[in-house]
């Protein structure tokens, strides 16, 4: 079994910055690619960046230059920090992985998501 757990989410003023982790757990053969979505109320899931195992990145661009996406691929982990934080950057934020449970065997698993409130 499987799990993504994320951690790091909570209240910020605007201009702030807070950062986000997650970390896979469980029968993992290998990870491919790992990303952060977010879900504001009202509004589909929305991609905000990916990291491949070799360290691609790719960002929406209404967090470009603001967010960085990282992982550690030894600790199965991948870290979101986000700078500059604006009102519109509240949602529900979960953390994706490609996991591979052995050589052919891959699943898409979700966490279950951590609150980001920007508000003054």
């Known amino acids: 079994q499987v799990q993504l757990v994320e951690s790091g989410g909570g209240l910020v003023q605007p201009g702030g910055s807070l950062r986000l982790s997650c970390s896979a757990s469980?029968?993992?053969?290998?990870?491919?690619?790992m990303g952060w979505y977010r879900q504001a109320p009202g509004k589909p899931r929305s991609l905000v960046a990916t990291?491949?195992?070799?360290?691609?990145?790719n960002y929406a661009g209404s967090v470009k230059g603001r967010f960085t996406i990282s992982r550690d691929n030894a600790k199965n982990t991948v870290d979101l920090q986000m700078n500059s934080l604006k009102p519109e950057d509240t949602a529900v934020y979960y953390c994706?992985?490609?996991?591979?449970?052995?050589?052919?065997?891959?699943?898409?698993?979700w966490g279950r998501g951590t609150q980001v409130t920007v508000s003054s």
């Open positions: 994706n992985a490609h996991i591979f449970l052995d050589r052919a065997t891959l699943y898409d698993y």
């Open positions: 469980g029968s993992i053969f290998s990870i491919n690619a």
């Open positions: 990291i491949t195992s070799s360290g691609s990145t």
